[in-house]
C-alpha cells in the first residue's frame, strides 16, 4: 500500500506561485504514474497534470498549460507541482495520486492510490 502525502498548499495572491509536494512511502518500482488532481466546491474532480516516474513524460490539462510545471524526484520518491500565474479559478483542494499501471494517464478512476489533499486558495 503506497502512501501519499501532500504538502504546500494556502492562500495566494493572484499572479503568484505555489508549489506543491507529494511524498510517498514506497519506490517507484509499485508507480507507474503519478498525477495531480483538484477539486472545487460544487464541482467535479478534473485532472490537472501528471508525469511518467521511469521517463518523465509529462500531460497537462489545457487550463493549466504554459503555467503548471510537474516534475519528480526519483531519490526522494517526491513529486511536485509548481503553480506559476495563479489565478482564483485555480482554487481547490488538490489531491495527488498514484497509478501502477499504463495509461490513462487523465482518468482518476483508474488511479490507485490517493492523498488526503491540500487546499489552496487564491484571492487577493
Not at 28 to 39: D, K, L, N, V
Not at 54 to 66: H, Q, R
Not at 74 to 80: H, I, L, P, Q, V
Not at 88 to 100: F, G, L, N, Q, S
Request: charged share 20%; net charge positive; hydrophobic share 35%.
Amino acid at each position: 500500500q503506497v502512501q501519499l502525502v501532500e504538502s504546500g498548499g494556502g492562500l495566494v495572491q493572484p499572479r503568484n506561485s505555489l508549489r506543491l509536494s507529494c511524498a510517498a512511502s514506497e519506490g517507484t518500482e509499485s508507480r507507474y504514474a503519478m498525477g495531480w488532481f483538484r477539486q472545487a466546491p460544487g464541482k467535479e474532480r478534473e485532472f490537472v497534470a501528471a508525469i511518467v516516474w521511469s521517463v518523465g513524460f509529462t500531460s497537462y490539462a489545457d487550463s493549466v498549460k504554459d503555467r503548471f510545471i510537474i516534475s519528480r524526484d526519483n531519490a526522494k520518491n517526491t513529486g511536485y507541482l509548481q503553480m506559476n500565474s495563479l489565478k482564483p479559478e485555480d482554487t481547490a483542494v488538490y489531491y495527488c495520486a498514484a497509478k501502477k499501471t499504463f495509461g490513462g494517464l487523465r482518468t482518476s478512476s483508474l488511479y490507485d492510490y490517493w492523498g488526503q489533499g491540500t487546499q489552496v486558495t487564491v484571492s487577493s
